[in-house]
């Protein structure tokens, strides 16, 4: 088993050469080095500090060159006996069975797989697009409004435009705010896929409620400072009920999803389903 | 030519005349003998930086202060700022890269042993001659001595007409000599690390700080060219009649402000970059628990190098680029905080129902953590071109930066000396002078740089030589001033911890806090060779595998 044999090795070796080649002291390193920074000392001293300068560099390349070739030059170090023993303070802890022959399980257990955060971040969006269009239409007079809005927050052009351009269509606001909405949606979804897991207690209420308010407030807070022309546009009630919207709609999407084994110590050609006989543990591919 | 034996320093090294052992040190090629002159070179320029930072705080300590003349002042705070960066921070995080890389690989030495002696010594010569400019900076014309230009030496100061005399060539010339040090320092550690690992030891079982120093070193070669060829140009424009940076010639002051920090800001990361390897490693040993993310730590780490070099015009806001050119920099520099944001989480995790031991390098780590995320607080707030525009060249920026640099870098480094000092002296560094270290800098950092936030945002410029009384900005600047002598005082409790420890230390042992790497399976300090027989390993902790044959992290990796 690997663990032994690198027990062996690290240990007290039977093999243990007496003494050990290592590459000679020398000084042309340093003398090269001191030729070169004379050499361009030259230029704020005197020409002689240059030429000197050029000497020692020279020498210091052909000393260095003979130190390597024909041979490199080693001297042999004897080896010094080692009487290092592997030791631990860590005290004796009780284990708590989860499987044959396996004494640490990976939490969590089970998790989503990464379609699973895709599918509820895609979800997520569409619920929390159409809330947002429900806005533009009965509070703004536009379903374009909210679109011009999310462009504004990445395109410059959007944000210069007046009342009456943001309640129309533009093609490239369009384009800009929904690429922007699908990929943070889906970034979002992924780590939902993630982190839900991990909160096995009232995931929805984490994921659907409480996220969405505290990112909320976050960007409550930061828009005023950073974007504060873009701020006065956004009505807060309905950007905090797109937002637990989404939330609630990506939990309970990514929720839905049947979970599978956590595959995080497992080598990486069988995680990317790579055909290779040989990397599978002889513990077998079942595990806590 | 392979006959002659060398003497063990472990063994005979109070035995030999101080010449003998001079000898020894200079014409050394093993890198651990490289990693502590490194490290020792950059604790000297570290007390030259430091008394020039207090001279600068002495002036700015109460309004109309003349305690140097503005000339003096000029050049206070472009040495400072340069010897801190390239002679200080660099330095000494090479000197542990060299001398922690090829012992936590299994490696024997360095890939060129030679090599790496001559990347010290250009280093050293680097920093001399920036020194040396104090003596000889005025050179015929009689003007100035050392550098005064500030750190970044923006066009059109560095011309010949605003900058008479050689104190600019002296800067020119030691970071460019320097610069060729590091580049390679940085070609040495990319070879060890892809070419010297021990068996087993696969790029996903390499230790963090491995990863994070290859990471570093490519990321060093990237960013130092773009500025030795700056330097190149300038020197042309200076002696040679070119005319880059001359903007009445048609040339541009701005080119050389891109050339500067594309290399200025990847720099920043080159810099913090191992100061997180220095956590990966010490936060998990004294929380009791391996890293938490392994992979994702690699991965973040790649990911801010990648966009960190997309970052560096976030430095040139208020010179006036195209509002694309504003959000296209606004919104990288943001989004180097996502990975950053991640390694933050990581180390919590990692923490997160461990038993934590509060010992000094840990407590330095903790330090780091909470200070870090607020520098990089400001930091994204400052990536808000219309934030920065009205607090660039402000003191605010000048707090930022010293908070990521001391209340981050400085503060990992000081947790990896605590750490790993035992194992290059074979000596425990004192708890108890540690733990006044701690505190005496925790003090003295949050006096001065928290407070200094406040002069910046009520206007106060960088660099200013003195200010008027009535502006509010008094007793602020007595408060910083006071901090800085603190953390003078800490300073000094620290440097009296490393002489009196390596003289009466207890014994370190082997391993003296129960860790998981292959440094701590040799002697203290190891010996030449490192490891009489190349270690094999089968996980990420080989040294956990050897303690706990029962539960081996290899079965799980």
Known sequence: ?288 | MSSDAITIPALQIQEKPWVDLLHEWVTTVDHKRLGILYIVYALVFLVFGGIEALIIRVQLMHSHNNFVSPQVFNRMFTMHGTTMIFFVVMPVLFGFANYLVPLMIGARDMAFPRLNAFSFWLSAFGGLLLYFSFLGGSGLYGAGSAPDVGWWAYAPLTARAFSPGHSSDYWTLALLVSGFGSIGTSINIIATILCLRCPGMKLNRMPLLAWLNLVMAGMVLIAITPLSAAQIMLLIDRYLGGHFFDAQAGGSAVLWMHFFWIFGHPEVYILVIPAFAFLSEIVPVFSRKPIFGYPVMVAATICIAFVSLSVWAHHMFTVGMNSYANSFFAITTMAVGIPTGIKIFNWIGTMWGGRILFKVPMLFCLGFLFQFLIAGLTGIMQAAAPFDWQLSLSYFVVAHFHYVIVGGILFALFGAFYYWCPKMTGRMLSERLGRWHFWLFVIGFHMTFDVMHIPGLLGMPRRIYTYEPGRGWDTLNLIVSIGAFIQAIAILVFVWNLISSYFKGAKAGNDPWDAWTLEWSTSSPPPPYNFATIPVVASRRPLWDLKHPEDPDSLYE
């Open chain 1, 1 to 288: 088993m690997d663990t032994l044999l690198a027990t062996e090795q690290l240990g007290q070796d039977p093999g243990t050469p007496r003494e050990i080649e290592s590459p000679a002291p020398t000084t042309w390193p340093l003398i090269l080095a001191f030729g070169f920074t004379l050499l361009f000392s030259g230029l704020v001293t005197s020409m002689s500090v240059t030429a000197l300068g050029a000497v020692l560099a020279v020498a210091g390349c052909v000393g260095w060159f003979r130190e390597v070739f024909p041979r490199e030059h080693e001297v042999a170090v004897p080896v010094l006996p080692d009487d290092f023993r592997a030791s631990t303070e860590r005290r004796v802890v009780d284990r708590l069975p989860v499987a044959a022959e396996q004494v640490r399980a990976w939490l969590p257990v089970h998790t989503y797989p990464v379609s699973a955060g895709v599918k509820g971040g895609l979800a997520g969006g569409i619920a929390m697009a159409v809330l947002a269009c429900a806005y533009g239409v009965l509070k703004a007079g536009s379903i374009w409004y909210p679109i011009n809005l999310l462009a504004a927050t990445a395109y410059a052009e959007s944000l210069k435009m007046g009342p009456g351009q943001l309640n129309s269509f533009h093609a490239d606001g369009f384009v800009l705010a929904l690429g922007l909405h699908a990929f943070v949606s889906t970034l979002v979804g992924l780590l939902y896929g993630v982190m839900l897991p991990m909160f096995a207690r009232r995931p929805i209420v984490l994921g659907g409620l409480i996220a969405p308010v505290l990112w909320s407030g976050l960007i409550y807070t930061m828009l005023g400072l950073l974007n504060p022309l873009l701020a006065s546009h956004i009505d807060w009630y309905w950007f905090v009920a797109s937002q637990v919207a989404f939330g609630l709609v990506a939990g309970l999407v990514v929720a839905r999803q049947s979970r599978m084994l956590t595959r995080e110590n497992m080598p990486f050609a069988m995680r990317a389903g790579v055909e290779a006989p040989g990397i599978i543990s002889p513990h077998g591919e079942e595990r806590p």
